[in-house]
T-cell receptor, first 114, second 112 residues
Framework: DAGVIQSPRHEVTEMGQEVTLRCKPI?????LFWYRQTMMRGLELLIY????????DSGMPEDRFSAKMPNASFSTLKIQPSEPRDSAVYFC????????????FGQGTRLTVV | AQSVAQPEDQVNVAEGNPLTVKCTYS??????LFWYVQYPNRGLQFLLK??????LVKGSYGFEAEFNKSQTSFHLKKPSALVSDSALYFC??????????FGGGTRLMVKP
């Protein structure tokens, strides 16, 4: 397996534009996590899904953020409209439900909003 | 509420010396604990985990961690540090609801 695949690797956009980040989890994994990493706030859990169902989205900072998982092999994180303070590295991770196995991380998407 | 704490933002150690990166946790029920490492411009890589059993867990690259239930700690250790161990280290915990929570991270600097 190629691991968790995120796209794009880098995104530069203007304030107010819509941004969509994509994630393909490891085949067979049934839990998916979205994290945001910044120098100030460290690694924050935004939302996670079990069996494609959102379980906890309390980490999503505002209504401008939304996430979907239409099937077991694809998830998106959308920011609309984007703001400069959204600039960060966004990571997707996948695992098996239960916590007995480790989560695998993608390479991340570095988002810059100017 | 579940939480993971890494009390040191940075740990400095000389090459060849032992290293310890500290982690404490607050998790309801039995904790599932993990250590990850992050190199610059990379994603997080799994190092080791504690699920059950022996309190001393061995992982990748010579790292080990000791689970201490009474102190709610899971410190990362290595007997002899290498310059190449310099990176950002994260402790993490799963709760019963499958939420994976990370500590704030500790930057390890190993000097020649």
């Amino acid at each position: 397996d190629a691991g968790v695949i995120q796209s794009p690797r880098h995104e530069v956009t203007e304030m107010g534009q819509e941004v969509t980040l994509r994630c393909k989890p490891i085949s067979g994994h049934n839990s998916l996590f979205w994290y945001r990493q910044t120098m100030m706030r460290g690694l924050e859990l935004l939302i996670y899904f079990n069996n494609n169902v959102p379980i906890d989205d309390s980490g999503m900072p505002e209504d401008r953020f939304s996430a979907k998982m239409p099937n077991a092999s694809f998830s998106t994180l959308k920011i609309q409209p984007s703001e400069p303070r959204d600039s960060a590295v966004y990571f997707c991770a996948s695992s098996f439900i239960g916590g007995h196995t480790e989560a695998f991380f993608g390479q991340g998407t570095r988002l810059t909003v100017v | 509420a579940q939480s993971v704490a890494q009390p040191e933002d940075q740990v400095n150690v000389a090459e060849g010396n032992p290293l310890t990166v500290k982690c404490t946790y607050s998790v309801s029920g039995n904790p599932y604990l993990f250590w990850y490492v992050q190199y610059p411009n990379r994603g997080l890589q799994f190092l080791l985990k504690y699920i059950t059993g022996d309190n001393l867990v061995k992982g990748s690259y010579g790292f080990e961690a000791e689970f201490n239930k009474s102190q709610t700690s899971f410190h990362l250790k290595k007997p002899s540090a290498l310059v190449s161990d310099s990176a950002l280290y994260f402790c993490a915990a799963y709760n019963a609801g499958n939420m994976l929570t990370f500590g704030g991270g500790t930057r390890l600097m190993v000097k020649p």
